[in-house]
């Protein structure tokens, strides 16, 4: 694993340079999502005087605008940080945190 030894790797937290093989670092794989559940139309909504089918449609010419990556992103996100030993045991304590 000679390939190894040219990857610099840095704390995505505090910066400090990390090395592989140490065992001093952490990576952390996170996963964002979208609400998954399906829009919930209440019935006042829909029996509101508001042309659904119309808004429906606009919905979707708003979509078409956006690029498929553009959509993609909206929708779900992954991302791969690395953190320093230090950073970590900070960050894992309150990982929502600033
Ligand atoms: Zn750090």
């Known amino acids: 694993m000679g390939e190894s030894d040219h990857i610099h790797l840095f704390c995505h937290r505090c910066g400090a340079q990390l090395h592989p093989g140490e065992g001093a670092f952490y990576v952390v794989r996170m996963e964002a999502f979208a609400d998954p559940?399906?829009?919930n139309l209440d019935v006042d909504y829909l029996?509101?005087?508001m042309d659904i089918s119309a808004e429906i449609e606009r919905l979707i010419d708003?979509?078409?605008e956006l690029s498929e990556q553009e959509l993609k992103d909206q929708v779900y996100r992954r991302l791969t940080i690395h953190l320093c030993g230090e950073c970590y045991s900070i960050w894992i304590?309150?990982?929502a945190g600033g």
């Open 37 to 39: 559940t399906p829009p």
């Open 47 to 49: 029996s509101g005087e």
């Open 62 to 64: 708003q979509m078409k």
């Open 93 to 95: 304590e309150n990982p």
